[in-house]
């Protein structure tokens, strides 16, 4: 069966940077798009980013661009979500999933794995 794995999530400094993994089991290469989704407390889901199974486009949410970077490892059958100058209002559970269309907002997806956390604090 299809499964999805984070890590990578911890306690940062602002400014600081964090690379979460995705780990996908249950399927081969990059038969999903796989996208990033964070929760805060007390605010909505919010799509932040994905990578497209199509044709290996990228997308990234506004409050993202510039800061994060998604990349897939068909090899390893790993998605990575790498985060630099992370900011306090970063803080959330991060998860992955597998978003039908990855530019489709609010994404529809069958399978998501168990979230990671982030904190960025001094």
């Known amino acids: 069966q299809v499964q999805l794995v984070e890590s990578g999530g911890g306690l940062v400094q602002p400014g600081g940077s964090l690379r979460l993994s995705c780990a996908t089991s249950?399927?081969?290469?990059?038969?999903?798009?796989i996208g990033w989704f964070r929760r805060a407390p007390g605010k909505e889901r919010e799509e932040i980013s994905c990578i497209s199974s199509l044709d290996g486009s990228t997308y990234y949410t506004d409050s993202v661009k510039g800061r994060f970077t998604i990349s897939r490892d068909n090899g390893k059958n790993t998605v990575y979500l790498q985060m630099n100058s992370l900011k306090p209002e970063d803080s959330a559970v991060y998860y992955c999933?597998?978003?039908?269309?990855?530019?489709?907002?609010?994404?529809?997806?069958?399978?998501w794995g168990q979230g990671t956390q982030v904190t960025v604090s001094s």
């Open positions: 249950g399927f081969t290469g990059d038969h999903y798009s």
């Open positions: 999933a597998t978003p039908y269309y990855c530019r489709v907002i609010p994404w529809e997806y069958d399978y």
